[in-house]
């Protein structure tokens, strides 16, 4: 109580004393009061007492020069010379004045300390009303308090403490976010923007191409021919006239058949006595049959070339009149796929080459459209087997499967698949364009196609593509890929046998038996199917003809039973194959389902055990 201290260590003090005088906090506080009160009442009766006795003795003080423990040194003598007793008057007054401050400070702490107890009181009636107020609410109000415990303290501090700390960090992460939000947006400018340059090198890039592609039409319009309009009675047609090159090939070979004719009738002519001009015939006739027969090579080729020419030229018709590339439109589909031109139309759908901008790649778009013309049924059909196709192919992932990467609405009739692009051209290209693959060749190829049907066989529901064929087998970096799951079956739990519910879809020549089969019940299918159109694939690449119904119309393959009746298959003289070649296309070819090969049969054959010389 005699320095000024702060109210807690105060409290302390005072709590101290009346522990140790056994008193009440306040008895002391009043006591401490009273002695206070009381020495400041003889402190002012002093300093009245001192004036009086000052006026009264001043001229006879005198400055004492004795040790200040004397208690002389308080008090001026006599003897004392003015100036000593001045000091000792100064002396004096300076302890009073001490005195009088550690008193006012003893005061002023009291007050103080009352001021804080009041505070105090406050506070902890307010602290009352709240408790009182809580209580009123509680479930535990008619429950007693709970004892004191200093370990809940010490918890509640600590959360105050991790509560403090989890602020700072949530502010910390705030300011962080917004920093990263700012990156974001000046990053997806920076992204749009080289989407952008990316875009237009693209599109300009695929418009070299067409430049191209444009030169060397012209030139084999020159060359092979073109499709001229022409008047046929009342109607226009669209008829086709051959180029130079065809046609001197041509005029060539009939001058040489009218001459080989006309050596021929003058052999018939010459007598026997004219021998002489008889040899000289024949060996005229021997040098035109040799020159025709290199003639004909080449027209053959030059024919080829003329149906891959008119394939471009229907691929370029197409493109004009397609539905995203016509009047140069080139959309971007779902914000991402720049279409860049088309790559072929199939039964059902268009499929465009276009620029992924996101993945930075090309892909192919297969634009899946609903026709207004089509009866309710024909949609829902359609929509049907289009998100089924969509669901099998999206779980496909292997080598020689073109793989699907996602699908896109486009508006309500139509919605794009996007999948991995191919960059050859499919199989049935090749098979029009060199008529026959070398067996090792077709052999390889083969090889690839079954491994893909294997792994669809061991796919957790096994899958019937129901559609191989040439056209919906694609080149990509000289290896095949099946494409097309538009009319893929899906054998649920385990079966190896499926009821063939959709007759009459799929195209014909590459169809088994099984699927042609009428009956009250429709027919069993299983994974054979596949097995049975990798035979004819086979064939066809070998020989460059179909081994059933070859040139003969879908429908009339239909009305005529043509693949009902196709008990055995027959192979050309020429070219040579393997005995065991022609062994597995039999085996695949077998006319019941019993009979035929199956996929792991196929796959573990002796002939794709064996290397090919
Ligand atoms: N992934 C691809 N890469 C390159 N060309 C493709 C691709 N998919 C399809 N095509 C081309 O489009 C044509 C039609 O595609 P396809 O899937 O068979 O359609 P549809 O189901 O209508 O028959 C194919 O023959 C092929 O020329
Ligand atoms: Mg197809």
Redesign the pocket.
């Known amino acids: 109580m005699h320095q000024q201290l702060p109210p807690e260590q105060l409290d302390r003090l005072i709590c101290l004393e009346a522990r140790i005088h056994r008193k009440s906090k306040e008895e002391i506080i009043q006591e401490q009061f009273l002695q206070m009160e009381s020495e400041r009442q003889t402190d002012e009766n002093d300093r009245n007492k001192q004036n009086v006795d000052s006026n009264k003795k001043s001229d006879d003080l005198k400055c004492s020069l004795n040790s200040e423990n004397s208690p002389q040194h308080l008090f001026p003598s006599q003897n004392m010379s003015p100036v000593q007793k001045k000091c000792i008057i100064t002396k004096k007054h300076s302890q009073q004045k001490k005195n009088k401050k550690s008193k006012e400070g003893q005061q002023k702490d009291i007050t103080q300390y009352l001021q804080f107890q009041k505070k105090q009181q406050k506070v902890k009636k307010s602290e009352q009303k709240l408790i009182e107020y809580s209580i009123q609410d509680s479930p535990f109000k008619n429950k007693s308090p709970l004892p004191y415990d200093p370990t809940v303290d010490k918890q509640l501090k600590e959360k105050q403490n991790q509560l403090a700390i989890s602020e700072i960090k949530i502010k910390e992460l705030e300011t962080h976010n917004s920093e990263l939000r700012e990156t974001i947006s000046s990053l997806t400018e920076q992204q749009l923007k080289m989407q952008d340059v990316v875009k237009q090198f693209a599109m300009e890039n695929e418009k070299l191409k067409k430049l191209q592609l444009q030169t060397q039409l012209q030139a084999n319009r020159v060359r092979l021919g073109e499709y001229v309009v022409q008047r046929e009675k009342t109607a226009l047609v669209d008829v086709w006239i051959d180029g130079q090159e065809l046609r001197e090939a041509k005029e060539q070979s009939k001058k040489i058949e009218n001459l080989k004719v006309d050596y021929e009738n003058r052999k018939k002519n010459c007598k026997n006595k004219e021998e002489q001009e008889m040899r000289t015939l024949n060996v005229k006739i021997n040098f035109l049959v040799k020159e025709e027969l290199q003639l004909q090579e080449t027209v053959d080729r030059l024919e080829t070339e003329k149906n891959l020419h008119i394939k471009q030229i229907k691929r370029v018709y197409e493109e004009e009149h397609a539905r995203f590339t016509k009047n140069n439109d080139y959309p971007l589909i779902g914000e991402r796929y720049q279409v860049l031109s088309l790559?072929?139309?199939?039964?059902?759908?268009e499929?465009y080459?276009a620029y992924d901008l996101q993945e930075l790649r090309e892909v192919?778009c297969?634009i899946h459209q609903l026709n207004s013309n089509w009866s309710d049924h024909a949609k829902q059909n359609y929509i049907r087997h289009a998100i089924r196709e969509n669901r099998v192919h999206k779980e496909l992932n292997h080598t020689h499967i073109?793989k699907l990467y996602d699908s896109v609405e486009i508006d309500k009739s139509s919605f794009c698949t996007v999948?991995?692009?191919?960059?050859g051209?499919?199989l049935?290209y090749y098979i029009k364009k060199y008529k026959c693959f070398p067996e090792k060749e077709a052999k390889l190829l083969i090889g690839q196609i079954i491994s893909a049907i294997k792994y669809l066989n061991n796919h957790k529901n096994k899958i019937i593509h129901y559609?191989l064929k040439p056209?919906?087998i694609?080149f990509?970096l000289n290896e095949l890929?099946i494409?097309?799951f538009?009319l893929c079956k899906v054998l649920e739990d385990d079966n190896s046998k499926l009821q063939l519910t959709s007759q009459g879809v799929g195209t014909y020549w590459y169809l088994p038996p099984e699927c042609f089969h009428m009956g009250d019940q429709p027919p069993n299918i299983s994974s054979k199917v596949d097995i049975w159109s990798i035979g004819v694939i086979f064939f066809e690449m070998l020989f460059g003809q179909k081994p059933f119904g070859q040139g003969i119309s879908q429908e009339k393959i239909l009305k005529e039973q043509i693949i009902v009746k196709s008990q055995s298959v027959t192979f050309p003289q020429k070219p040579l194959i393997s005995n065991e070649c022609k062994e597995f296309i039999r085996a695949c070819l077998a006319y019941n389902q019993i009979d035929r090969l199956d996929v792991h049969q196929a796959s573990n054959h002796s002939y794709f055990q064996k290397k090919q010389n």
């Open positions: 790559l072929g139309k199939g039964g059902f759908s499929v080459k192919a297969k073109v999948l991995e692009l191919c960059d051209p499919d049935a559609d056209q919906n694609l990509h890929k494409s097309d538009g």
